[in-house]
């Protein structure tokens, strides 16, 4: 099973933790300001995307285990390109 980071299992820098918790809490504090049903959907909304990022940061743990584990296979980089552009319209 991967191995899911939060603030609390993987340290952050002292500052950029401050930071965080300084803008959180002020958005927290504007929040606090609208009404009930707004606050809901807000926490809802933050709830989700801490969930994404967590998904997201355990996938990466997963990638990264396998590829310290020798199971990488070499890309081509110009076909990532290439598909790329093709799926988000950019042609060359």
Do not use: F, S
């Amino acid at each position: 099973m991967a191995t899911v980071w939060t603030l609390r299992t993987k340290p952050r820098p002292t500052v950029l933790r401050a930071m965080k918790t300084k803008t959180l809490e002020l958005a927290m504090d504007k929040a606090a300001t609208l009404p009930a049903e707004v606050q809901e959907q807000i926490g809802r909304d933050v709830l989700e995307r801490v969930d994404q990022l967590a998904r997201l940061r355990a996938e990466l743990e997963v990638g990264i285990r396998q590829l310290d584990a020798g199971l990488g296979e070499p890309l081509d980089i110009e076909e990532i390109i290439a598909t790329g552009h093709a799926n988000y319209g950019r042609k060359e």
